[in-house]
């Protein structure tokens, strides 16, 4: 668990600016497997999870929806039949957002409790 493991999302406000991308390095640098994509022009966070088998991967797909709704910030997640990718970024200012990053960070905390199970 790293600081943004511990932080809380806040309200993303359609004015609020993107991370510079020192920030992104910066963050990126807190979390494990995760890499910067670019889509259409706007950067997102993504990391595929690999899970033991379907109902495995549910579950995981399940307990990062409850994480988004705690928090109020949804991803983009691919479910396959034995993982997860899970894409992160904010929708009102088309970019990354720390939250993104926090987010990111409590989703990869949500599998490693996986695998001490």
Same mark, same amino acid.
């Given at each position: 668990?790293?600081?943004?493991?511990?932080?809380?999302?806040?309200?993303?406000r359609p004015d609020a600016p993107l991370l510079s991308q020192a920030e992104i390095k910066?963050?990126?640098?807190?979390?494990?497997?995760?890499?910067?994509?670019?889509?259409?022009?706007?950067?997102?966070?993504?990391?595929?999870?690999?899970?033991?088998?379907?109902?495995?991967?549910?579950?995981?797909?399940?307990? /990062?929806?409850? *994480?988004?709704? #705690?928090?109020?910030?949804?991803? =983009?997640?691919?479910? &396959? @039949?034995?993982? /997860?990718?899970? *894409?992160?970024? #904010?929708?009102?200012?088309?970019? =990354?957002?720390?939250? &993104? @990053?926090?987010?990111?960070?409590?989703?990869?905390?949500?599998?490693s409790r996986r695998d001490v199970k």
């Amino acid at each position: 668990m790293n600081e943004l493991s511990k932080a809380v999302c806040e309200a993303c406000r359609p004015d609020a600016p993107l991370l510079s991308q020192a920030e992104i390095k910066s963050h990126l640098q807190l979390l494990s497997g995760w890499e910067i994509i670019e889509e259409e022009n706007i950067q997102k966070l993504q990391r595929t999870f690999a899970t033991q088998n379907y109902s495995n991967t549910m579950t995981f797909v399940n307990e /990062v929806a409850a *994480l988004a709704e #705690s928090e109020n910030h949804h991803p =983009l997640m691919v479910v &396959d @039949f034995r993982q /997860v990718t899970v *894409l992160w970024w #904010s929708h009102k200012i088309k970019g =990354l957002h720390k939250n &993104d @990053f926090i987010m990111a960070s409590k989703t990869s905390d949500l599998m490693s409790r996986r695998d001490v199970k």
